[in-house]
T-cell receptor, first 117, second 113 residues
Framework: AQTVTQSQPEMSVQEAETVTLSCTYD???????LFWYKQPPSRQMILVIR??????QNATENRFSVNFQKAAKSFSLKISDSQLGDTAMYFC??????????????FGKGTHLIIQP | DTAVSQTPKYLVTQMGNDKSIKCEQN?????MYWYKQDSKKFLKIMFS???????INETVPNRFSPKSPDKAHLNLHINSLELGDSAVYFC????????????FGQGTRLTVV
């Protein structure tokens, strides 16, 4: 079984600052995906970024980037030039690659990120 | 065009009642899921279906029964509702393979009184 740990229940930064959210995971699998999802107050789950474990290059999506350290089982999210609209719960998630699919996501407990004006 | 839609968005009901939450996806995905988000925001998978077949059934009380009439729909029936069933329930779908990504519905907030 997989576990995902987010050690920061809440973080608060000023607008335009850079913030890093931590995530570690434990698995015996070799092929898997890692995700960061954002959940704003509207409660919609929005995919922020995805990383395939077989890729060494860290994923980036505009202001969002990850630091994926496979050996350390670490997957942190960096948000650059933070904006008020980034205020949300952020969930780190793991999914085993099973070829035929249907494996679900294992989530961390989330980090509540607050961007202050 | 809503990719994954759930109805209703809010559901308030009394203990002991039976209720259903419907989910439909128009993405052509093969796999659908139900997740439960508790009051502390913790998300946990309940079920997954692949092409109408049950694949994952986590330790969920058998009062919860998913039903998939076709691969675009996955409904959740809950019998004899209890106070502890109060939560937000999310439906999601994905296309298995190397580029998989789960798309979520907007969630159904279930309140049992």
């Amino acid at each position: 079984a997989q576990t995902v740990t987010q050690s920061q229940p809440e973080m608060s930064v000023q607008e335009a600052e850079t913030v890093t959210l931590s995530c570690t995971y434990d698995t015996s699998e070799n092929n898997y995906y890692l995700f960061w999802y954002k959940q704003p107050p509207s409660r919609q789950m929005i995919l922020v970024i995805r990383q395939e474990a077989y890729k060494q290059q860290n994923a980036t999506e505009n202001r969002f980037s990850v630091n994926f350290q496979k050996a350390a089982k670490s997957f942190s999210l960096k948000i650059s030039d933070s904006q008020l609209g980034d205020t949300a719960m952020y969930f780190c998630a793991f999914m085993r690659y099973s070829g035929g699919g249907a494996d679900g996501l294992t989530f961390g407990k989330g980090t509540h990120l607050i961007i202050q004006p | 065009d809503t990719a994954v839609s759930q109805t209703p968005k809010y559901l308030v009901t009394q203990m002991g009642n039976d209720k259903s939450i419907k989910c439909e996806q128009n993405l052509g995905h093969d796999t659908m899921y139900w997740y439960k988000q508790d009051s502390k925001k913790f998300l946990k998978i309940m079920f997954s279906y692949n092409n109408k077949e049950l694949i994952i059934n986590e330790t969920v009380p058998n009062r919860f029964s998913p039903k998939s009439p076709d691969k675009a729909h996955l409904n959740l029936h809950i019998n004899s509702l209890e106070l502890g069933d109060s939560a937000v329930y999310f439906c999601a779908s994905s296309l298995p393979g190397l580029n998989t990504e789960a798309f979520f519905g907007q969630g159904t907030r279930l309140t049992v009184v």
